[in-house]
């Protein structure tokens, strides 16, 4: 059967603490646990065969070895929920320490892989329940047939007890001291499968508390973590603050460009109007010179007075 394992259950890295990981490494070790939780549920299949098996067994040399492999396989799987518990539990921790921008696509991957681990989980108590109460039934079978008249009553409180002296008694008094031995022994592992499966049913009860247990961190790394969040939202204020500032300036920009504008075009008109204005001024002077030259030579020249020549006188 092939075994998958988490890149940091190798080096024993759950148990201590650790700086955040980065989220390629993150997704590894996610990955790792995923297989962990494969052969879980591969365990838990091969244990439901097992008790099957133990079931349709009479003799006690297969019940035995039946039986020893059954708790072989339970106690491994055992020590692997605690792996992958530990395991999940790391990923979530990991998750708080890091950073704002990685924080939802850990807390995604922590929180679907801690689900499927608890529809396996489950799933193999579904299991534990069916076959105790398979195994229960069985063992009434056995002692009604030694004890016909036992009422329902008597034979649970047998099951309970996993008493076995009546049948011993029942059938030596009955000159059957083979089939004694050999019922006897069929009780006593059945007795012992339910108080395994009652075991592992207690595990799982804590293991569903557990799992169900938020997180949380060491003083000095949550006051990192908090303190990491308070600088994200200060740069994210300062951010803001430094957007608005940018943004009231460029209007200021583009109201300063405009009356920049508006003095120009306004200077040129004043430029121009001055320009107009000497222009006319001077046609206006040039004009009149022209015309006071002209008036002044079309006007006759004064006439000279004529003296008469003194008369003569004889």
């Given at each position: 059967m092939e075994t998958h394992r988490a890149p940091l259950l190798e080096t024993n890295q759950y148990a201590g603490g650790h700086q955040s990981m980065e989220l390629q490494e993150f997704l590894n070790e996610v990955t790792g646990i995923r297989g962990l939780v494969s052969t879980f549920r591969n365990n838990v299949l091969n244990i439901s065969s097992l008790h099957n098996q133990s079931l349709q067994s009479y003799d006690n040399g297969s019940t035995t070895g039946s039986s020893g492999q059954l708790e072989a396989l339970?106690?491994?799987?055992?020590v692997l929920t605690k792996q992958i518990r530990d395991g999940i539990k790391y990923l979530?921790?990991?998750?708080?320490?890091?950073d704002y921008s990685a924080q939802n696509t850990k807390g995604a991957?922590?929180?679907?892989?801690?689900?499927?681990?608890?529809k396996e989980l489950k799933a193999y108590q579904q299991v534990e329940n069916l076959f105790r109460t398979r195994y229960r039934e069985q063992m009434s079978r056995q002692y009604r047939i030694v004890n016909p008249e036992a009422t329902d009553s008597e034979i649970g409180k047998l099951v309970e007890s996993g008493e076995t002296q009546v049948f011993s008694q029942a059938l030596l008094s009955s000159g059957r001291s083979r089939e004694a031995n050999s019922v006897n022994a069929a009780v006593k592992a059945r007795q012992q499968e339910i108080q395994r499966i009652e075991t592992t049913l207690i595990e799982l009860l804590t293991l569903f508390e557990q799992m169900a247990e938020q997180v949380v961190l060491d003083e000095a790394k949550f006051q990192q973590v908090e303190d990491n969040a308070v600088k994200v939202e200060e740069d994210v204020n300062q951010a803001n603050v430094h957007l608005e500032i940018g943004v009231k300036s460029a209007q200021g920009a583009r109201k300063k460009k405009w009356m920049c504008l508006g003095v120009g075009v306004a200077i040129i008109v004043?430029?121009?109007?001055?320009?107009v204005v000497v222009i006319t001024m001077r046609n206006g002077?040039?004009?009149?010179?022209?015309?006071?030259?002209?008036?002044?030579?079309?006007q006759p020249a004064a006439a000279t007075p004529t003296v008469a020549p003194p008369a003569i006188r004889f």
């Open positions: 339970v106690a491994d799987t055992s979530e921790r990991d998750t708080l320490m890091s991957q922590a929180d679907k892989l801690k689900a499927d681990f608890d004043v430029i121009v109007v001055v320009v002077n040039n004009t009149n010179t022209v015309v006071t030259t002209a008036t002044t030579t079309a």
